[in-house]
């Protein structure tokens, strides 16, 4: 079967019935994995995420709609079809409201079933462009958070709906932006970003809209703004919540009129760009200290995304600090270097308040002074220059949280079980004890980039 084939997961505590589905789907061509129970199905999304899951809605623990529920927290762009014995109206109408894909009952006809599926999978996958993934070149996760987030930005980038990138600072703002511009019909066009917090007010008017000779001082020549540099592209206007309120009234003229108005010019020019914004600032607090226009705020905010800070997404924390270290190695001309296990697990657990920028630089540090093939934890605390940890140990974890806990390690230590009962700082018994009270296996964790 096709690496390429979209991903189902199906949800059934009957097992004879979970394998005469997931027959038929793998007939029609999908790469299908299966779970016995919700708690089983929450397990394997942690590992990866599918574009669409099938679920019974009458389950021994978990139903179906919980399972729903569970799923649309984390990832509420992933389609869930709900298939029950037990249909109602009431149940089918409320379970449509609440956000459910579609609602079979059984026994259902195999045509409408694929039908159905056909139809979710056009809502979750990407639309056609042949681009693989060379979109999303760059951003390094293996994050079910950070993969819905990518799945809405593939989706908002057919269009040309503002969009408005939520984030720490050092998240990857930028990095997602060029992400959505090259997914778009304007990836033939320019990219311009623009830090509308480093230019000073008196410069930003000139440098967004370009000015005329003579317009101000040391205006020697005729100038472009970025609008124009960035005709039939995309505009990125980072940190716009820092924008002066001056220029946030032109800028929403610019956006509304489709022109814009050269500094010591008398004539409009029209423009035609795609703007993508972001911030790390809360814009609705700026609006309540009048210090960010409403109306501004509606045209930049059509879709807001919103990036997870790295400590919340902790299992691509080996991931990002291999790839970062792999990229100094080379331009230090060290090609063996590699972290000690101890660097890892420091990695791992720092509290990370600069997000990625800080990770690239806290490897670069730490491959600058290592002296061996090995970088030491050592050089990793140098680099950190902190002592607190954001993961809490297991047996001072509250108990809601001992699920992601397990999950957290097992990817970290790519399901390896003794590593993980380690890091845990539990025997193998208990650990396992553990895992099965969540219905984890570990197996589920050892390199799984696709669903099987």
């Not at 001056?246 to 409009?268: D, F, H, T, W």
């Not at 020019?269 to 226009?293: M, Q, W, Y």
């Not at 002592?387 to 999950?407: C, G, H, I, Q």
Request: glycine share 6%; with cysteine.
């Amino acid at each position: 079967m096709s690496s390429d084939a979209p991903k189902i997961l199906l949800v059934d505590d009957d097992k004879d019935l979970l394998q005469l589905i997931a027959m038929r789907l793998s007939a029609a061509g999908y790469a299908v994995a299966t779970a016995d129970s919700g708690e089983s199905a929450l397990a394997s999304l942690a590992v990866s995420r599918p574009q669409l899951v099938i679920t019974d809605l009458r389950m021994h623990g978990m139903d179906g709609l919980a399972l729903f529920d569970a799923i649309h927290r984390h990832a509420p762009s992933l389609p869930v079809v709900i298939l029950t014995a037990h249909g109602t109206i009431p149940e089918a109408v409320a379970a449509t409201r609440r956000g459910v894909f579609s609602f079979l009952t059984k026994p259902f006809d195999s045509k409408l079933l694929l039908d159905t599926v056909a139809d979710a999978l056009r809502l979750s996958s990407p639309p056609a462009g042949g681009q693989g993934e060379d979109w999303r070149a760059g951003i390094i996760t293996r994050s079910p958070a950070m993969e819905d987030l990518l799945a809405q930005a593939r989706r908002v980038a057919a269009s040309d709906a503002s969009v408005c990138i939520y984030g720490q600072s050092g998240t990857g703002k930028e990095l997602l932006a060029r992400a959505i511009h090259r997914a778009s019909r304007r990836s033939g066009a320019p990219f311009v970003a623009v830090n509308c917090s480093a230019i000073p007010e008196g410069l930003l008017e000139s440098e967004l809209f370009g000015h005329r000779k003579g317009s101000f001082t040391g205006a020697t020549q005729d100038r472009r703004g970025l609008f124009q540099a960035a005709q039939s592209g995309t505009l990125f206007l980072d940190e716009v919540g820092d924008m002066p309120l001056a220029i946030q009234v032109k800028l929403l003229r610019a956006l509304e009129e489709r022109v814009v108005r050269p500094v010591g010019s008398n004539e409009a020019v029209a423009v035609d760009v795609r703007i993508i914004s972001a911030t790390h600032r809360r814009l609705e607090e700026r609006i309540a200290a009048g210090e960010f226009r409403e109306d501004l705020y509606y045209r930049l905010n059509v879709v807001k995304l919103s990036l997870p800070a790295l400590a919340e997404r902790r299992e691509d924390i080996p991931l990002l600090a291999t790839h970062f270290l792999e990229r100094m190695a080379e331009r230090y001309g060290r090609p063996r270097l590699a972290f000690s296990p101890e660097a890892m697990q420091r990695l791992v657990s720092a509290s990370w308040p600069g997000n990625v920028r800080q990770l690239l630089n806290v490897v670069e540090q730490s491959v600058a002074l290592s002296a061996t093939e090995v970088v030491p934890a050592s050089l990793v605390n140098q680099a950190l220059d902190a002592r607190d940890s954001s993961l809490t140990p297991l047996d001072e974890a509250r108990r809601a949280f001992e699920r992601d806990y397990l999950v957290r390690i097992l990817k970290i230590t790519s399901g390896n079980v003794t590593q993980a009962a380690r890091l845990a700082g539990r025997n193998r018994t208990e650990f396992y004890r553990l895992l099965e009270r969540h219905a984890l296996e570990p197996g589920m964790f050892k390199g799984a980039a696709q669903l099987h």
